[in-house]
């Protein structure tokens, strides 16, 4: 089955404990994206990847880093959390940037607390 | 640059009645348009999308959206409402070309609620 999966799907941590939220595809998609969501602001993008070690801050990208080297995989890391990346996180992926593949294939989402 | 604006945080509609949910963008270039939809607990779904084909788009669900130039919109109708539409739905707007500054801007998303 052609889908995007997240590791965990739920997570309660402390502040300053370093973290890692895995992506997934297996549908040998190019693009690979990380959003946030949060009540009456949408998705915000944090970090992109065009493809294999290409990668690009979003509209968010503040204490968050990223890294892609599979095309399958697309890890999300949170150095250091702070109460205010507590959040739902989408990872997506399309088939890729050009000749109007543009449609994304989300994730089920993985919902962050950080106290 | 792109932007996208979605009307009405909340929808409430009775079962049975016109869903009209609404969308306007903003494009310096002819633009990509998406709708979404979430249900509870889930990650985005792609209902349908415009790709400068056909102005009249029609999607998943029994949904469909109308390309307007003129009135920079791609509102989401859906001519009778069912109990299982009740989900957030979500615009969103990308520009043509591979660019890194092409990339898909979401609205801030509706929900729609059915009453019985």
């Known amino acids: 089955e052609a889908q995007v999966t997240q590791n965990p799907r739920y997570l309660i941590t402390v502040t300053g404990k370093k973290l890692t939220v895995t992506c997934s595809q297996n549908m040998n998609h190019e693009y690979m994206s990380w959003y946030r969501q949060d009540p009456g602001l949408g998705l915000r993008q944090i970090y992109y990847?065009?493809?294999?070690?290409?990668?690009d801050k979003g509209d968010v990208p503040e204490g968050y880093k990223v890294s892609r080297k599979e095309k399958r995989n697309f890890p999300l890391i949170l150095e250091s959390p702070s109460p205010n990346q507590t959040s739902l996180y989408f990872c997506?992926?399309?088939?890729?940037?050009?000749?109007?593949?543009?449609?994304?294939?989300f994730g089920p989402g993985t919902r962050l607390t950080v106290t | 640059a792109q932007s996208v604006t979605q009307l009405g945080s909340h929808v409430s509609v009775s079962e049975g009645a016109l869903v009209l949910l609404r969308c306007n963008y903003s494009?310096?270039?002819?633009?990509?348009l998406f709708w979404y939809v979430q249900y509870p607990n889930q990650g985005l779904q792609l209902l349908l999308k415009y790709t400068s084909a056909a102005t009249l788009v029609k999607g998943i669900n029994g949904f469909e959206a109308e390309f307007k130039k003129s009135e920079t919109s791609f509102h989401l109708t859906k001519p009778s409402a069912h109990m299982s539409d009740a989900a957030e739905y979500f615009c969103a707007v990308r520009g043509p070309g591979y660019s890194s500054a092409s990339k898909i801007i979401f609205g801030s998303g509706t929900r729609l609620s059915i009453r019985p």
């Open positions: 997506a992926s399309s088939l890729s940037q050009s000749r109007g593949r543009y449609e994304q294939y």
């Open positions: 990847s065009m493809n294999v070690e290409v990668t």
């Open positions: 494009s310096s270039v002819p633009p990509y």
